[in-house]
T-cell receptor, first 114, second 110 residues
Framework: DTEVTQTPKHLVMGMTNKKSLKCEQH?????MYWYKQKAKKPPELMFV???????INESVPSRFSPECPNSSLLNLHLHALQPEDSALYLC?????????????FGPGTRLTVT | TQLLEQSPQFLSIQEGENLTVYCNSS?????LQWYRQEPGEGPVLLVT?????EVKKLKRLTFQFGDARKDSSLHITAAQPGDTGLYLC??????????FGTGTSLTVIP
C-alpha cells in the first residue's frame, strides 16, 4: 500500500465554523506533513510531524491546529478561518525524518471559506 | 526568498513537440525531486536525483542533475496530452531544509 488518503475531498465552511481535515497512511512512514497550496503555485509547508511529535511549525496562524494521534494518522483542526485560507490542503508522508526522504502526497482537500 | 526558480513558468505546446523545463538555484542540494501535479490532485513523485551529473530516464522523460548539484532539467520527448500538468522540482539542502520550485504549468494541445 503506497497510498496517502485524505478526507474530505472538498470542504466548504464559514468563518465561525470548526472543522477537521484527516490524513492517513499505512506505509509505516514516520514523518507526516501538512502543506497549503494556492492555484498554480507550489505547495507551502505548514507543519511536520516526526515520530508523532511536532518538529516543524512554519509560523502558521493558531487558527490551524495540527494533531498526530498515532503514526498513521494526521489531523488538521480548523477554527475561525479567513477567506484567504481557501486553498488545497495537502498531506504527505515520508519514510523517515529529514527531507532527504521522498515524500508521498495525498490527493488533497479543497477548502473554501465563505 | 525562493531558492528554486523554474523556467518557463507557463508552456503551451502541440502534441509531438519536445520541451525542456529548468530548475535553477544558487544553493547546493543534497537531493532533488521532480513531481507532476494534475488539477485537483496531489503531486506525484516522478524521480529523485542525488548525484551530480546524474541522468535518469522514465519513458519519454529525461531528468538531469547538474554537476554542482545546483540545477536540474526535465526533458520531455514527443509530448502527449496526458503530460499536461504542473511540474514541480523540489530539493533538500544540506541544512535539511526543503523547498519546492516555482512550478511550470504545461499544456499539451492535441
Amino acid at each position: 500500500d503506497t497510498e496517502v488518503t485524505q478526507t474530505p475531498k472538498h470542504l466548504v465552511m464559514g468563518m465561525t465554523n470548526k472543522k477537521s481535515l484527516k490524513c492517513e497512511q499505512h506505509m509505516g512512514h514516520r514523518a507526516m506533513y501538512w502543506y497549503k497550496q494556492k492555484a498554480k503555485k507550489p505547495p507551502e509547508l505548514m507543519f511536520v510531524y516526526s515520530y508523532e511529535k511536532l518538529s516543524i511549525n512554519e509560523s502558521v496562524p493558531s487558527r490551524f491546529s495540527p494533531e498526530c494521534p498515532n503514526s498513521s494518522l494526521l489531523n488538521l483542526h480548523l477554527h475561525a478561518l479567513q477567506p484567504e485560507d481557501s486553498a488545497l490542503y495537502l498531506c504527505a508522508s515520508s519514510q523517515g525524518e529529514g527531507f532527504f526522504y521522498e515524500q508521498y502526497f495525498g490527493p488533497g482537500t479543497r477548502l473554501t471559506v465563505t | 526568498t525562493q531558492l528554486l526558480e523554474q523556467s518557463p513558468q507557463f508552456l503551451s505546446i502541440q502534441e509531438g513537440e519536445n520541451l525542456t523545463v529548468y530548475c535553477n538555484s544558487s544553493s547546493v542540494f543534497s537531493s532533488l525531486q521532480w513531481y507532476r501535479q494534475e488539477p485537483g490532485e496531489g503531486p506525484v513523485l516522478l524521480v529523485t536525483v542525488v548525484t551530480g551529473g546524474e541522468v535518469k530516464k522514465l519513458k519519454r522523460l529525461t531528468f538531469q542533475f547538474g554537476d554542482a548539484r545546483k540545477d536540474s532539467s526535465l526533458h520531455i520527448t514527443a509530448a502527449q496530452p496526458g503530460d499536461t500538468g504542473l511540474y514541480l522540482c523540489a530539493g533538500a539542502n544540506t541544512g535539511n531544509q526543503f523547498y519546492f520550485g516555482t512550478g511550470t504549468s504545461l499544456t499539451v494541445i492535441p
